[in-house]
């Protein structure tokens, strides 16, 4: 007698599904308002840098207790990676913790709010709705910060 194989292989019996172990940062709200170079030094001092992210579950995290209207994360705008000579792209900015683009290619950034203002708005900062703008650097807004301890998690899809 032969054994009774499913007609799909690929039935509810079996399921693919890709696992990957990613860091887990904690985020840090500051309530103090400073320039960006001020809360980048604060964060430096007191937790790993300013607040990175990654993917979509980073910012979700931060819901719903991420209530203020604005506040400076860890982007900055390299003039010298500018594509064009018509101010910023979206590829020129960097993190402060390390000096490079999105590893995993995720922004959020909220066009066309995204203008670079003559010059003067060239550090990133975040909404309450998790998306991202320029703003200038000089400007005191709130902040968030993150502890870049080694805590590891599963994310399956």
């Not at 499913?6 to 709200?29: E, G, I, M, N, T």
């Not at 607040?51 to 900055?76: M, V, Y």
């Not at 390390?98 to 709010?113: D, H, I, L, R, V």
Request: aromatic share 16%; net charge neutral.
């Amino acid at each position: 007698m032969k054994p009774h194989l499913p007609a799909d292989p690929f039935s509810s019996r079996f399921s693919l599904s890709c696992c990957s172990k990613v860091p887990l940062r904690q985020y840090h709200y500051v309530d103090s308002v400073l320039s960006w170079y001020e809360a980048q030094q604060y964060c430096r001092e007191n937790f790993t840098d300013l607040a990175t992210f990654e993917s979509l579950d980073d910012i979700s995290r931060l819901q719903p207790t991420f209530a203020h209207k604005q506040a400076w994360i860890g982007l900055w705008d390299d003039p010298n990676a500018w594509k064009t000579s018509m101010g910023n792209q979206s590829n020129s900015w960097r993190w402060s913790v390390t000096e490079e683009t999105t590893t995993t290619g995720y922004q959020a950034w909220s066009y066309p709010n995204l203008d670079f203002y003559g010059g003067l708005e060239s550090c990133g900062m975040m909404r309450s709705g998790g998306s991202w703008g320029d703003y200038n650097c000089a400007a005191a807004l709130r902040f968030l910060c993150y502890n870049g301890k080694k805590r590891f998690g599963f994310l399956c899809r």
